[in-house]
């Protein structure tokens, strides 16, 4: 268990039997562990794609462990047009995440405006438990990072906006940037 009694990530995929979605609708982040590569992107115009490189072989194992016991991962990004340098970058990278398993959706902000969304960020696991994932304003992890909620309204509220984003996004490989 990670700090404070609080389940990592790995954890809570770990515990997960049939789903688990998440629902991007950021469009920029200020998360330390990503300004180096991100960085890199804005002087170069380069993503590095090897899997080994950095965090990326513990979350393409992580992804990869849970696809092969049968979890379907699927991922939305609700993003705004013309897309911010961030986004960009993230989805120059996004290769990896389809390799590893995950199903990758983006969908424009002004697509989306009629779909009731929740305040943040989220993960949801098994259509039972959220984890909202918190920031500050200029990107950064909140402290704490992360609230967790098995209320069955905001587990509906969350499920219905995934859905409901992923049915009008458009797949990873015909987005462009």
């Known amino acids: 268990m990670s700090q404070n009694g609080v389940p990592s990530f790995a954890e809570l995929l ?19 562990d990503e300004a180096e590569e991100f960085e890199q992107f804005k002087r170069t115009g380069h993503v590095d794609l090897d899997p ?15 696809v092969g016991r049968g979890i379907v991962m699927r991922r939305a990004r609700i993003v705004s047009e013309p897309v911010t ?26 697509r989306a405006v009629d779909i009731a969304l929740p ?8 259509d039972r ?24 309204a905001v587990v509906k509220l969350c499920s219905d906006a995934f859905e409901a984003v992923w049915e009008r996004a458009v797949d990873h490989k015909k987005y462009t940037v």
Do not use: C
Request: hydrophobic share 40%; charged share 25%; proline share 7%.
């Open 14 to 32: 770990a515990d997960t039997r049939r789903s688990a979605v998440h629902l991007e609708m950021r469009d920029a982040y200020g998360v330390g």
């Open 85 to 110: 340098d961030y986004i960009r970058w993230e989805h120059a990278a996004t290769p990896l995440n389809v390799e590893a398993g995950e199903l990758v959706r983006w969908l424009p902000r002004r």
């Open 129 to 152: 438990l959220v984890q909202f994932n918190i920031f500050t304003g200029n990107g950064d992890w909140a402290d704490p990072p992360k609230e967790f909620s098995e209320d069955p």
């Open 52 to 66: 080994t490189a950095r965090w990326w072989p513990g979350w393409l194992g992580t992804v990869r462990e849970a």
């Open 119 to 126: 305040g943040a960020d989220f993960w949801l696991f098994d």
